[in-house]
């Protein structure tokens, strides 16, 4: 059939390569594909020049996290890069969250505005 089909069209393009016939045709032509060619290889990024304050920086939430620091680059490149919307649901159990710990009428209403006028100032 090779690059064009009989019909002055060019030939549909397979998603698999041709293999040679004899290592992929079986009984009542099944093909055989490695699985590898079905799974979406990651691609590898090396990087170069880092500061060295942005890597030791790296190391060090690496090891609060326990990860390598190819996992922890990936991780901090992901919460960059492809931020997850957070709905108002989870916004307000988070807020409930880091509210739970502190001591209830701690502060009353009218400090608190006092308190925002001084840091608009």
Known sequence: MGQ????????????????PRALTQRSVETIMVPLWWEIEMP????????PDDVYERLKKTA??????LNNEAISVLETVLLPRK???A???ARA??????????AFAATDIDK?????RR
Do not use: M, V
């Open 63 to 68: 090891e609060a996290h326990r990860r390598s």
């Open 115 to 119: 308190f925002k006028r001084q840091g």
């Open 86 to 88: 957070a709905t108002a």
């Open 43 to 50: 691609t590898t990024l090396t990087l170069k020049g880092i």
């Open 96 to 105: 409930r969250t880091l509210r739970a710990p502190l001591k209830q009428g």
């Open 4 to 19: 064009w089909a009989d019909n002055g069209k060019p030939a549909a393009r397979s998603r698999y390569p041709r293999y």
């Open 90 to 92: 989870d916004r307000i």
